[in-house]
Each structure stands twice: as structure tokens, then as C-alpha cells.
């Protein structure tokens, strides 16, 4: 089991900026995605960005621009650093990881065969006019 323990949510007004933190209990492969997801009421979970054991990432077209994914293998950590936020960012924000290889995209869409695998308990981002 791998346990996803994400930080850094909270309120914003828009243009501002956020970090969230994502911390895994531990890597079962040396290839992996992790990324990050978002739900906001009454919506579909979609995927805002993503990142593999290559550093190669992915990013939502809405997003782009904005936010950027990236990971600090000395602090086990990966990174969402969000700017020019704005109100329809707000949702909960959730870690996911896939511990082995799979294709970076297809796992940002949430259309592996097997899932995200794994998730942590979600951060709340909102962000106010």
C-alpha cells in the first residue's frame, strides 16, 4: 500500500497563487505517475497535471500556463505550484500515483485500465473575486 498525504490547500483571492505538497509513504517502482486531480460540485474528476519518473509532464489545456507540476526526489515530495489562479480552480485538489510504467496522458484522463491506483484524502482550494 502506498499512503498519499497532501497539504497546502486553502483560500485565495483571484490572481493569487498556491502550492500544494504531496507526500507518498513510500515508492513501490522506479517508474511511476503521480499527478494531480480536481472535483469541483457536481462535476467530473479531471486531471490538472501530471508528471512521470522521467519528468516528463502533462498538463489540462485550462491550466496550462498557470500551474506547474514538479517533484523533489531529495524532499520525496511532488509539487502543484498554482498562479494567476482563478474561481473556477476551485475544487478539491487530489494526489494520485500509479506505481509502474504507464503512459503519462492516459493516466491525466483517468482512462488506464486499472485506475489512478492510488489517492490521497484531498486538499480544498477556492478561490474568490
Known amino acids: 500500500q502506498v499512503q498519499l498525504v497532501e497539504s497546502g490547500g486553502g483560500s485565495v483571492q483571484a490572481g493569487g497563487s498556491l502550492r500544494l505538497s504531496c507526500v507518498p509513504s513510500?515508492?513501490?517502482?522506479?517508474?511511476?505517475?503521480m499527478g494531480w486531480f480536481r472535483q469541483a460540485p457536481g462535476k467530473e474528476r479531471e486531471g490538472v497535471a501530471a508528471?512521470?519518473?522521467?519528468?516528463?509532464?502533462s498538463y489540462a489545456e485550462s491550466v496550462s500556463g498557470r500551474f506547474t507540476i514538479s517533484q523533489d526526489n531529495a524532499k520525496n515530495t511532488l509539487y502543484l505550484q498554482m498562479n494567476s489562479l482563478k474561481p473556477e480552480d476551485t475544487a478539491m485538489y487530489y494526489c494520485?500515483?500509479?506505481?509502474?510504467?504507464?503512459?503519462?496522458?492516459?493516466?491525466?484522463?483517468?482512462?488506464?485500465?486499472?485506475?489512478?491506483?492510488?489517492w490521497g484524502q484531498g486538499t480544498q482550494v477556492t478561490v474568490y473575486s
Open positions: 508528471i512521470d519518473s522521467d519528468g516528463n509532464t
Open positions: 513510500r515508492y513501490t517502482s522506479s517508474s511511476y505517475c
Open positions: 494520485a500515483a500509479v506505481m509502474g510504467p504507464a503512459p503519462l496522458l492516459l493516466f491525466r484522463l483517468l482512462m488506464l485500465p486499472s485506475g489512478a491506483g492510488y
